[in-house]
Structures are given as structure tokens and as C-alpha cells.
Nanobody
Framework: QVQLVESGGGLVQAGGSLRLSCAAS????????MGWYRQAPGKQRELVAR???????NYADSVKGRFTISRDNAKNTVYLQMNSLKPEDTAVYYC???????????WGQGTQVTVSS
């Protein structure tokens, strides 16, 4: 059974940093593309960043240059380093496996990121 557990969220002031982690179990982690998504109140969930099995990365324009996605296949974990945070980054952040650009598994509980101005 696949399980995705996100952690590392919190309350931070604008300009601050957070590092999110997503631990995956029940999946052959090293061969899959992983993505970080976020959902702000009243908005649709959106893809923030993704990383392929070979380490290629893509970012939403809104976070490019501020966020960095990485992975540790030995730990079955994907990370999202978030710098220069803005109030508009406030959302619940989720990770998921991506298949043909779409999320594949049921969503985990996510981790709340709140950026105060």
C-alpha cells in the first residue's frame, strides 16, 4: 500500500525559508517522477515543481528561482526547499507520483505552509 507523508510546514514571515519533506513507502521510488503540489483556500490544487527519476526538474513560473526540488532515493524522500517566501505561497503542500503529468496516487494529508506579511 502506497503512503505519502508530507512534513516540514509551518508559519514563517515573508522572506523566510522552509524545507518540506515527503516520505514515500510502497512504491519503487527511484524510478518514478515526483511532484510537489499546493492548494490555497478557495483555489484549485496546482503543480509547483517536479523531479524525474534522473533528476531533471521543472517549476511553476510563480516559484522559479525561489524553490528547489530534490530527491534522496536511498531515503525514498523528495524535498522542496522554499526560499524568499511570499504570502501568496500560503497553501497546503502535497507530494505525489506523477504519471504523464498527472498525479497518480491518493493524496496524503499535506503540510500547511503559512507566510505572514
Amino acid at each position: 500500500q502506497v503512503q505519502l507523508v508530507e512534513s516540514g510546514g509551518g508559519l514563517v514571515q515573508a522572506g523566510g525559508s522552509l524545507r518540506l519533506s515527503c516520505a514515500a513507502s510502497g512504491v519503487i521510488f527511484s524510478i518514478v517522477t515526483m511532484g510537489w503540489y499546493r492548494q490555497a483556500p478557495g483555489k484549485q490544487r496546482e503543480l509547483v515543481a517536479r523531479i524525474t527519476s534522473t533528476g531533471n526538474t521543472n517549476y511553476a513560473d510563480s516559484v522559479k528561482g525561489r524553490f528547489t526540488i530534490s530527491r534522496d532515493n536511498a531515503k525514498n524522500t523528495v524535498y522542496l526547499q522554499m526560499n524568499s517566501l511570499k504570502p501568496e505561497d500560503t497553501a497546503v503542500y502535497y507530494c505525489n507520483r506523477m504519471v504523464q503529468t498527472m498525479p497518480y496516487y491518493s493524496w496524503g494529508q499535506g503540510t500547511q505552509v503559512t507566510v505572514s506579511s
